[in-house]
């Protein structure tokens, strides 16, 4: 036998061993590395393993969290005020066998964090007529100390730091609903048009110029852009259009446009990239024109795309708070005239949250609106993922 | 032979119309940047880099608020890139096409990319503060109320083993213990429900002051707003760094298993080498984003005026982004602050630029790197 034909050079031949049984022995000696298959090896894989994976897993858990923990500093509205007291009862502080002090006057030093029970103020002898007065007729007269109602949502005026408290929301939902319209109404068009441009129309070296420049808007922290609207382009909106107050919804809608045209416009510019050639070419070998290809044929096949950057683009000008800070003017109005300031619903936390007092009504309130918000975004993504996912699913299919 | 078009005033128009609309945008970028340019940078000086403001906000520097602004993002950058590192190393390496799992972690990082920024800051007041820093706080009071106890029950104290003594007399004891600490306990005794004169006993002393919880964790501070900022950062590190991955050509990885190494091995000191840059790529696009983002560290941190930056974790800081806001909302004159304005938009709109430049300019490297 010769040598270069053993595939094993460090065995001994098999014929000086001679019995098969001996064989396993030599296979054991086979130049695998021992530590290889050593247990603590095998071992220290599988934890590695396990602690990627559960790292892995904490994007899900943080969902999980962000839902659960927002919704709990909001649940006493929904489930009822039923926090045990926080003060601390005079007796608490009294020798057993002494007598108890008289009660009212000292009671002020433990200052209840929430939730003393509505009875006790409200027995306070409110001023009904007044309060009538400030709160008008239909809405439920609230102090601060009284818990709230789902109920107390379903109005227009938000005023909770006034002496008699309104907790309605319509005018902040309003306000977001006509910042957000304004801001898709500008920015779909140009960013979709945009994106056409660049896809198609642009020459090769303009286009890797024009993207990334574009993109850079991305870039922009929404507080800059915010301070330009509330500078610049609230002087200009006024000048040129003669608002009566200077940051309103337009003015706002304005900068949530300039946040949100990246967005649509880099997906919208990708999905018109992934469709095949092929079907622009044919619709202009049947005779269509570059312009009748574009529009009547691209854009709509890049449909599911643009759907999902505007589904983005939406959620993004739903919840983006410090543009709306600066440039709505934070007055609630209602009704939809353009150039009213307004007041958006991700403005308000971030105005309001940071002088609430820890576990009062209006800090609950403030989190309820967080978790709204919460759950829009989620649903947005869920309509993106399930809508794209049977979109293509379909268009693969070839229906 | 094609049919020749007569050339319509919609084709015209629809023809034009990108280019238009691609111009308009453009144009209002350059004119935003340029704006902040010739406004600003004539008050960029040395000073204002390095003085932190005075009069109000309305002289002076944003030293503060550049340190406030680094340490929150390195604290950020520490906390987001391993996660997300790994998670994404979990994606491409690990999870097998289409399982549940994986999709349903896409999903959560599709999520979270959504999720509007000043969710995140409530998430941040109820959890890292309320519960994680509350909880730190509590466990550490429980201790010092322990040795409270003891300090009551020790000798010389008016109180010891069941006797009653006014208030007034524990106040005299604790402030002659020689510890700083129960002195402060101490003055907690002047708003004592029934006056200093009144007589108590030791349980009554601990349970007073057991009430009183101090916070140092459980209150807005650099160390909970940057965890908050990792958590928003998340889902823009796993995304880089999960295409960073995939560019690693496969026939490396299945070469380093065919020559015996283990796949934690092979990741370990082939993959992730192989894709430095691109994690690079990913910490940069973070750092970019959460340099800029105010809304989420509002409640969980901020604080609009220190004379210095933060010294510890349970610090509160200035914040570019934040100082701006304030600067241009709240200032007490608009006149004063106008330079002001301009110079730290151009300071944090530079900053945050250049990090996204630099980053788009590593991920065309990368690119074209596969690409050759």
């Known amino acids: 036998m010769q040598d270069q034909q053993r595939p094993y050079p460090d065995l001994p031949p ?75 009862a005079i007796d608490d502080y009294t020798l057993p066998g002494e007598p108890l002090p008289a009660a009212t006057g000292n009671q002020e030093v433990h200052t209840p964090e929430s939730g003393s029970s509505p009875g006790e103020t409200q027995a306070k002898g ?59 109404l500008i920015a779909t068009p140009l960013s979709i048009l945009a994106a056409l441009y660049t896809a198609y129309f642009a020459p090769k070296r303009l286009r890797e110029i024009i993207k990334p420049i574009i993109e850079l808007l991305a870039g922009f922290p929404s507080v800059v852009i915010g301070f330009i609207c509330l500078m610049t382009i609230a002087t200009i909106v006024q000048s040129v259009l003669g608002a ?64 999902a950057a505007i589904l983005l683009g939406l959620g993004r000008a739903f919840g983006e708070t410090m543009i709306a800070l600066m440039a709505t003017g934070n007055a609630g109005t209602v009704g939809w005239n353009f150039f009213d300031p307004v007041r958006t619903f991700a403005a308000t ?3 309001e949250m940071g002088e609430v007092q820890h576990g009062s009504p209006h800090y609950q309130l403030l989190f309820l609106l967080g978790v709204l918000l919460f759950i829009f975004s989620f649903v947005i993504n869920l309509v993106t993922e399930f809508y794209i996912k049977q979109r293509l699913i379909r268009r693969f299919r070839g229906t | 032979m094609m049919k020749e078009h007569r050339k319509s005033l919609v084709g015209l128009l629809a023809l034009r119309l990108p280019l238009l609309a691609t111009a308009a945008i453009l144009l209002t970028i350059f004119a935003i940047v340029g704006n902040f340019l010739v406004t600003g940078v004539p008050h960029l000086s040395w000073s204002f880099f390095t003085d932190p403001p005075t009069h109000a906000n309305t002289e002076g520097g944003i030293y503060p608020a550049i340190v406030g602004t680094v340490a929150l993002v390195l604290l950020m950058t520490l906390a987001a890139v391993p996660v997300g590192t790994i998670t994404a190393i979990y994606l491409t390496e690990y999870a097998r096409q289409n399982s549940w799992f994986a999709r349903t972690i896409r999903f959560a990082v599709n999520t979270l990319a959504g999720v509007p920024s000043v969710v995140f800051g409530l998430f941040g007041l109820g959890f890292f503060i309320q519960t994680i820093g509350g909880q730190i706080d509590q466990v550490r009071w429980n201790q010092r109320m322990t040795q409270f106890e003891q300090t009551l029950q020790a000798g010389g104290s008016p109180v010891a083993h069941g006797r009653i003594a006014t208030v007034a007399q524990v106040q005299e004891f604790l402030n002659a213990y020689q510890d700083d600490d129960w002195s402060e306990q101490a003055t907690k005794f002047n708003a004592f429900p029934r006056g200093t004169v009144a007589r108590i006993n030791a349980d009554i002393a601990k349970r007073y002051i057991s009430n009183s919880v101090e916070l140092v964790w459980g209150k807005p501070s650099l160390i909970w707003a940057a965890l908050t900022l990792a958590l928003l950062t998340l889902p823009v590190v796993i995304v880089s760094v999960e295409e960073s991955l995939r560019t690693v050509p496969r026939e490396i990885r299945e070469a380093s298993l065919a020559l015996g190494a283990t796949k934690w091995e092979t990741i370990r000191k082939v993959v992730i080498p192989n894709s430095l840059t691109g994690i690079l790529t990913g910490s940069i696009l973070a750092i970019g984003r959460g340099a800029g983002e105010v809304a989420p560290i509002l409640f969980t941190g901020v604080i ?12 509160q800081f200035m914040h570019l982004g934040y100082h701006l806001y304030i600067l241009a909302t709240q200032s007490p004159d608009v006149d004063a602050t106008r330079p002001l304005q301009y110079a730290t938009t151009v300071v944090l709109l530079g900053l945050t630029l250049a990090l996204n430049l630099t980053a788009i300019l590593l991920r065309s490297y990368i690119r074209r790197k596969q690409a050759a």
């Open chain 1, 14 to 88: 098999m014929q000086e061993q001679g019995a098969p049984e001996n064989t396993s022995k030599h296979l054991s000696r086979l130049e695998i590395r021992p530590s290889l298959t050593e247990r603590s090896r095998r071992v220290g894989e599988r934890i590695i393993e396990g602690g990627i994976f559960a790292i892995a897993a904490l994007s899900i858990i943080f969902i999980f969290l962000i839902f659960f923990f927002t919704f709990r500093e909001a649940a006493p509205i929904f489930f009822g005020d039923n926090r045990s007291e926080q003060t601390a």
């Open chain 1, 126 to 184: 409110i001023d009904t007529a007044a309060a009538r007065a400030i709160v008008g007729d239909d809405y439920p007269i609230l102090t601060h100390e009284s818990p709230v109602r789902l109920g107390y949502l379903f109005y227009k005026t938000w005023q909770p730091n006034s002496e008699h408290p309104r907790y309605g929301i319509y005018s902040i939902l309003i306000g977001t609903l006509k910042t957000t319209l304004i801001a898709l």
């Open chain 1, 244 to 307: 009566e107050s200077r940051l309103n919804a337009f003015v706002g809608g304005i900068g949530l446009a300039l946040a949100v045209i990246p967005i649509i416009y880099t997906i919208t510019d990708d999905s018109l990239r992934a469709i095949p050639g092929s079907l622009r070419e044919a619709a202009l070998a049947v005779g269509a024109s570059e312009w009748q290809a574009a529009y009547q044929v691209m854009l709509p096949a890049a449909t599911p795309g643009i759907f």
């Open chain 1, 349 to 351: 936390i971030g105005a």
């Open chain 2, 304 to 315: 609009y005026s220190s004379q210095e930056g933060p010294k510890a974790l349970t610090d």
